[in-house]
């Protein structure tokens, strides 16, 4: 079966950037692993949004508006999250990347003419960005440009997001799972209180309640370094100033990444946490637009 006869229109809602009504169209695709889920929106070059753990494609809720005015976007669910298909629980990170990468060339091969042969960008969240890398990695001609927000293996796990993760896991169990997340969105996603809104933990929720591959140990155990080093294309990452997950060691990530990419390939954001493209909707929208708008060197 076609992707584009599995594909149905949808309205999702957005606590931030709402979509139009219709803009966004719901599909899978098949992979060797199984069928994955994605939501496309727009028209133009090709940009895949891969999102992080406990996540889904809603990563990207306050995104996706404004990339589509320029891009054609393709949202995926990894394995083992949202409407995609299982994935084994031993899964490596290439195990989980080369569906992924499958599913990439697929959509892209049924886009109109012009763009079928355009290598696409990728966005990539959290874990996503471990996926991303892999792609990238396996087939360097297969992804166009990268942009990495607040990737891991980039250092040791902060004693601060252990504590964190402790915590909401220990609410979760007493209180049920949204008093756990709620921690997680307080502490970990977002900096600035006022986002920490019933929609912003609504849509966390539905994320998490449809994980069921446990990313975790992957991202813990993910050598992002080497990889980044070593890959042709130009990528940007953007790290969150307050993310419990970088601001321990950003001094010294943010020099590494400058000596690694380039003096312009890192971004300090300021003013929010982990979950960057959504406390910063905004400016990391206009840097992606203005990264994957760079002519290829």
Not at 269 to 283: F, K, M, S
Request: charged content about 20%.
């Amino acid at each position: 079966m076609q992707d584009e006869d599995r594909e149905r229109s949808g309205t999702p809602t957005d606590p931030r950037c709402p979509p139009e009504a219709g803009a966004l169209v719901h599909g899978m695709t098949d992979t060797s692993l199984g069928p994955l889920h994605y939501v496309r929106a727009g028209s133009g070059a090709p940009l895949v949004l891969l999102h992080g753990g406990f996540g889904s494609w809603r990563h990207w809720e306050a995104n996706i508006a404004a990339l589509a005015e320029r891009h054609t976007v393709l949202a995926l669910d990894l394995p083992g999250f949202g409407g995609s298909c299982d994935a084994p629980p031993d899964s490596s990170i290439e195990q989980l990347a080369r569906p992924v990468a499958q599913a990439i060339a697929s959509l892209c091969a049924g886009l109109p003419p012009g763009l079928r042969n355009v290598p696409p960008g990728i966005a990539a969240f959290s874990f996503g960005t471990a996926v991303a890398a892999t792609i990238a990695r396996l087939d360097p001609t297969s992804v166009r440009a990268l942009l990495l927000v607040n990737p891991p293996g980039l250092g040791p796990v902060s004693a601060e997001v252990k504590a964190i993760q402790a915590r909401a896991a220990d609410a979760a169990r007493a209180s049920g799972l949204r008093a756990g997340l709620e921690i997680t969105l307080r502490e970990l996603m977002v900096h600035n209180p006022a986002l920490a809104t019933p929609a912003a933990l609504d849509l966390l929720e539905d994320c998490v309640r449809q994980a069921r591959f446990v990313s975790r140990p992957l991202s813990r155990a993910v050598q992002l370094r080497p990889v980044l080093a070593a890959l042709p294309m130009p990528v940007q990452v953007a790290l969150g100033e307050n993310d419990p997950h970088q601001r321990h060691e950003l001094v010294e990530r943010h020099a590494w990444l400058t000596k690694a990419l380039g003096p312009d390939r890192v971004s300090v954001v300021g003013a929010c946490g982990h979950w960057l493209q959504y406390e910063q909707a905004a400016r990391f929208n206009a840097l992606a637009a203005e990264f994957f708008s760079e002519p290829l060197p």
